[in-house]
């Protein structure tokens, strides 16, 4: 799974990566290192480790949902969605 919304990936953060909101940029390269990345990883047999080490979505995760939480957000995520 390849989205912008850390919302897509409560229930499986491992699974997918994070990317930036593309606004019709020209110059936009975000796709390139990861096309790269699936390369890579195409012969493993379970990716999840290898997503896991290379965007560090939980800690990413873990971060926006702070940061949500200091700003007053209704926004909660159960600890058993990020395993």
Known sequence: MLDNKFTSFYTCINNGIFIKTFYGDCQDCE???ICKFLEEINNCEDVREEIKKRY???EQFANFHKKKERNGSLFRVKKAHLD
């Open 31 to 33: 796709l390139k290192p």
């Open 56 to 58: 560090r979505l939980e």
